[in-house]
């Protein structure tokens, strides 16, 4: 019999501790569903501070040293061409020279087919990056100008830069938070509760685009380099306690 009395009382303890385990689960997913979660976005529009421009020319002749030597009184004339549209010397970065081998292919009369000796293709490219945005935009458009001086030149699109983007990304998370706090704010009031503690903040990745284009955004971010005007983005998400 007391056997039978001490099994009972470890059932009822155990059925007692049950309930306890099962009101603080009931409690704490109650908890957890007491949580409301927001996205607030941050937009900032901007002009571009910093170009970049390339292009390239090139030379073709069966003697190696003729061609060379033709590239080398092109560079001179391309560096003296932007000198003197105000371009300064130690802005003018000219890369290596490519040196290709070109190749004619013909076939005989039996079809087959053989390749004869074209000569040598060189070919160097020049770039440069500015902050005075204007003149080089100018001087991209007006490229022609090389060309008539018997140049074989090839020109790049510009591309765009803002030097000053992380100050730009610290403004656009402020207005971000703020807009994502207020709308959890005006949800609470409406629900009849208050604003509790911050759990949780989630930073999406800043995109960069032009100005009411339909670009994608990206996982990883979009950085559009063609628009000298642009507008970043990003979002940010926060949940809240709610009281």
């Known amino acids: 019999m007391n056997k039978n009395i001490i099994a009972i009382a470890i059932a009822s303890l155990g059925f007692v501790i049950g309930l306890g385990i099962l009101g603080n689960a009931i ?25 970049t421009w390339n292009g390239s020319f090139s030379r073709n002749d069966f003697e190696l040293k003729t061609a060379y030597d ?19 010397k130690n802005e003018l970065v000219f890369s290596a020279v490519d040196i290709q081998k070109q190749f004619n292919y013909v076939s005989d009369s039996n079809g087959s087919s053989h390749q004869t000796f074209a000569g040598y293709q060189l070919t160097q490219s020049i770039s440069l990056e500015s902050k005075d945005v204007a003149k080089i935009e100018n001087l991209s458009r007006n490229i022609t100008e090389i060309i008539n001086l018997g140049i074989v030149f090839t020109s790049s699109k510009p591309n765009y830069f803002y030097t000053k983007l992380a100050e730009v990304k610290q403004e656009m998370i402020a207005n971000a938070t703020k807009d994502a706090k207020e709308r959890a704010e005006k ?20 995109q960069i685009t032009a100005p009411n284009s339909n670009e994608d955004f990206s996982y990883g971010g979009t950085y559009n380099t063609e628009s000298k005007e642009k507008e970043a983005s990003i979002t940010i998400k926060l949940e809240y306690e709610v009281d």
């Open 27 to 51: 409690k704490n997913r109650n908890k957890s569903e007491n949580t409301i979660s927001v996205t607030g976005l941050g937009t900032k529009k901007f002009t571009s501070d910093l170009i």
């Open 70 to 88: 033709e590239l080398l009184n092109d560079r001179k004339v391309i560096e003296n061409y932007l000198i003197s549209k105000g371009i300064p």
């Open 187 to 206: 949800i609470a009031e409406n629900a009849g509760s208050s604003l509790g503690n911050l759990k949780k903040a989630t930073m999406g990745v800043i």
